[in-house]
């Protein structure tokens, strides 16, 4: 059973471009988080989704990052005119319900880099 | 709202000794209590939960964490360190409630980098 899946591993944009981050989720789980790691620091909760729906969105900055989960296909992380700040390490992580109880599995993170 | 603290940036213990990472919380109610540990340039790894039941919980590796209600504290132990354990560790908390504000999310620590010397 494969877990979370992320791509690109890697990633590196100059300032001004946009960032498209991927998670495919463990299989049968429904329910992705997206966290942020910057350099020396713990994960920062981002926003976390079920398919077609955003369920909490409180840790995303209001400008220029968003984040989808169609009904077929993986989650997107999009950052949109990238900035050096932006520069951290992106994880998913999956869970299979909502239950606050339930594990979240996290996948190896995209490390991006802005130029 | 909910919060975790690691006291510890950083814990060095000697191959075959016993190794505690600490973590207290502070949440309303009962608190739902991570660990995860992380190797260089790799995701999170799942270690262990405490849920509700017996506040020793056991976990992956050799692992385990005692909840303490009245200090509010979910320590982690290895009752013999190895080499292999030299990682960043980081505790989390969910909180049960449910709120817009914490709805799904976990809070984590800062980490706490476990140095094991042969």
Known sequence: NAGVMQNPRHLVRRRGQEARLRCSPMKGHSHVYWYRQLPEEGLKFMVYLQKENIIDESGMPKERFSAEFPKEGPSILRIQQVVRGDSAAYFCASSPYSLYQETQYFGPGTRLLVL | ?118
């Open chain 2, 1 to 118: 709202a909910q919060s975790v603290a690691q006291p510890e940036d950083q814990v060095n213990v000697a191959e075959g000794n016993p190794l505690t990472v600490k973590c207290t919380y502070s949440v309303s109610g009962n608190p739902y209590l991570f660990w995860y540990v992380q190797y260089p340039n790799r995701g999170l790894q799942f270690l262990l939960k405490y849920i509700t039941g017996d506040n020793l919980v056991k976990g992956s590796y050799g692992f385990e964490a005692e909840f303490n209600k009245s200090q509010t504290s979910f320590h982690l132990k290895k009752p013999s360190a190895l080499v292999s354990d030299s990682a960043l560790y980081f505790c989390a908390v969910r909180d049960p409630k449910i709120s817009t504000d914490s709805w799904g999310k976990l809070q984590f620590g800062a980490g706490t980098q476990v140095v094991v010397t042969p």
